[in-house]
């Protein structure tokens, strides 16, 4: 017996944003890297890269997107969304790897400053372009990733980059009032160290789905007792909640019923209370209830009840 609801990380809508989004990175993904040639500057050309991140994690999110919006059939019952976890776990590998580059590249000049020449001028006027971008993909995917773990992937990629856009403004500001080079090398580690956490937040929220965790928030003890307290109900086991992607939870339970309640037909009465109470106090998208008598309940209880 089941319960179905849309599921909003499969809309057009989402797909549409990112499209945009991708779009933009990526011109200005070429501006950073050729302003990134010309000025010399590390935290410019590591603030490209992040784009060309951004860029690869758009593209990630917006194929999984696509794929996610696939319908289910006999050999892939839930249908596709579990693309989007898969999108957003290649995300957190490239961040890592991305950081652990930018923070080699910035020690190294660091140790040799003497090797260093940045045109602050061009470093930051090519900033400033890739800050606004950045400011207008962000606001584009803001909505989006509350809903999806891919979009809220490349939602982060993107809000990093801004961050780092910043910091190398400030960087080409340090270098152009005072001459001291070593701000873009300092900006470059910045931004490695940025990365990092964010990159791991999005894996463990990736394996965490892949582990088929309860939902973050999810009560399992609290939905146990709604359930309990709905009229007819006597006891409930083998309750599990596990979420496909990030705002697609899954439900299921053996609910056990009065005698009384199933031989006056009411079990059909208890199932729309139980369906209605996960739809309005958890938000679960697809919920699962095998009713049982009471009497069948008390005869494999030992072997079942959890």
């Known amino acids: 017996m089941h319960d179905h609801a849309p599921s909003g990380i499969r809309g057009a809508g989402n797909r549409r944003l990112l499209a945009i989004s991708l779009g933009i990175t990526a011109v200005v993904m070429v501006v950073q890297i050729v302003g990134a040639v010309l000025s010399g500057s590390l935290a410019l050309f590591a603030d490209a890269a992040h784009m060309f991140t951004d860029t690869a994690a758009l593209l990630i999110a917006l194929m999984a997107s696509i794929v996610a919006a696939r319908p289910a059939n006999d050999r892939r019952t839930f249908g596709y969304q579990r693309a989007e976890v898969f999108g957003a776990l290649v995300n957190g590998v490239i961040l890592i790897a991305l950081s652990l580059w930018v923070a080699y590249e910035g020690v190294q000049r660091l140790l040799r400053p003497d090797e260093v020449e940045v045109a602050g001028g061009l470093m930051l006027v090519v900033a400033i372009i890739g800050l606004v971008a950045n400011a207008v993909a962000l606001w584009l995917l803001s909505a989006a990733q509350r809903t999806s773990i891919n979009v809220r992937g490349a939602y982060l990629e993107v809000l990093g980059d801004l961050i780092g856009s910043a910091a190398v403004i400030v960087a080409a500001i340090v270098i152009l009032t005072t001459g001291w080079l070593p701000a873009d090398a300092i900006a470059s580690l910045f931004i490695a160290a940025m990365i990092i956490p964010r990159a791991i937040a999005l894996l463990r929220e990736a394996f965490s789905v892949l582990a088929e965790s309860a939902p973050r928030g999810t009560q399992v003890a609290e939905i146990r007792?709604?359930?309990?307290?709905?009229?007819?109900?006597?006891?409930?086991?083998?309750?599990?909640?596990?979420?496909?992607?990030?705002?697609?939870?899954?439900?299921?339970a053996h609910v056990?019923?009065?005698?009384?309640?199933?031989?006056?037909?009411?079990?059909?009465?208890?199932?729309?209370?139980?369906?209605?109470?996960?739809?309005?106090?958890?938000?679960?998208?697809?919920?699962?209830?095998?009713?049982?008598?009471?009497?069948?309940?008390?005869?494999?209880?030992?072997?079942?009840?959890?």
């Open 225 to 252: 007792e709604h359930i309990l307290s709905t009229p007819g109900v006597v006891d409930a086991h083998d309750i599990h909640v596990w979420q496909l992607t990030r705002g697609s939870p899954v439900f299921t």
């Open 256 to 306: 056990v019923v009065a005698d009384e309640t199933f031989r006056a037909g009411g079990a059909g009465d208890v199932l729309a209370r139980l369906q209605e109470c996960l739809s309005a106090h958890f938000d679960v998208e697809h919920s699962t209830f095998q009713l049982e008598p009471a009497g069948h309940a008390d005869a494999d209880a030992d072997s079942t009840h959890a």
